[in-house]
């Protein structure tokens, strides 16, 4: 089946460093998104890219959509504490449905 | 505006014991998304619905599971027998317009199954 890989797993950075992590996949995907996710929590959106080579910020957030529409990363800029947490990947197919492929999640941990 | 609510938001129980899981998209999404998140297998849809009719269930793990949705407002999920393995948090998601990209995910049900 698809699958998404999501790379690094986890980081350890110092507060103000800037963040960079991304998705790949075997598979073409016509929507990407990406989520963070707190402790006892649900998955909150904070960008969605519907076309490929589209750049998006949200604040301090940063993510593009692949050429080959396979890949997407998401950058984060002058990390703070609050933003330790899981980011997942995730790929949808928008024809014939809305089937959502969540990577593995990469887990921040931000040093104040 | 309220967001997805789920209940009960932890559940206990007992190898063999029918678990249901209750869900309420927000009002006038006509979109909703049944997760499973564990450690080992991250984050796996298991259904969705659109307009109350199940568009795909092909992740639902085996007859153990059902879900339905009588009306736009609520949705349940059940297992019946549930087992140890079934052990995780249990999400529902919803999304506007038939289902955008943007789902809206509830907080969870973590279900424990000694």
């Given amino acids: 089946g698809q699958q998404l890989n999501q790379s690094p797993q986890s980081m350890f950075i110092q507060e103000g460093e800037d963040v960079s992590m991304n998705c790949t996949s075997s598979s073409i995907f ?76 990469t887990r921040l941990f931000v040093k104040a | 505006d309220a967001g997805v609510i789920q209940s009960p938001r932890h559940e206990v129980t007992e190898m063999g014991q029918e678990v249901t899981l209750r869900c309420k998209p927000i009002s006038g999404h006509n979109s909703l998304f049944w997760y499973r998140q564990t450690m080992m297998r991250g984050l796996e849809l298991l259904i969705y619905f659109n307009n109350n009719v199940p ?14 949705m009588p009306n736009a407002s609520f949705s349940t999920l059940k297992i019946q027998p549930s087992e140890p393995r079934d052990s995780a948090v249990y999400f529902c998601a919803s999304s506007p317009m038939g289902g955008s990209s943007e789902q809206y995910f509830g907080p969870g049900t973590r279900l424990t199954v000694t």
């Avoid at chain 1, 989520?35 to 998006?56: C, M, R, S, W």
């Avoid at chain 1, 800029?77 to 959502?100: E, H, M, N, R, W």
């Avoid at chain 2, 568009?55 to 339905?68: Q, V």
């Fill in chain 2, 55 to 68: 568009i795909d269930d092909s992740g639902m793990p085996e007859d153990r599971f059902s879900a339905k």
């Fill in chain 1, 30 to 105: 016509n929507t990407w998104l990406w989520y963070k996710q707190d402790p006892g929590e649900g998955p909150v959106l904070l960008i969605a890219l519907y076309k490929a080579g589209e750049l998006t910020s949200n604040g301090r957030l940063t993510a593009q959509f692949g050429i080959t529409r396979k890949d997407s990363f998401l950058n984060i800029s002058a990390s703070i504490p609050s933003d330790v947490g899981i980011y997942f990947c995730a790929g949808q197919l928008t024809t014939g449905g809305f089937k959502t492929i969540f990577g593995a999640g």
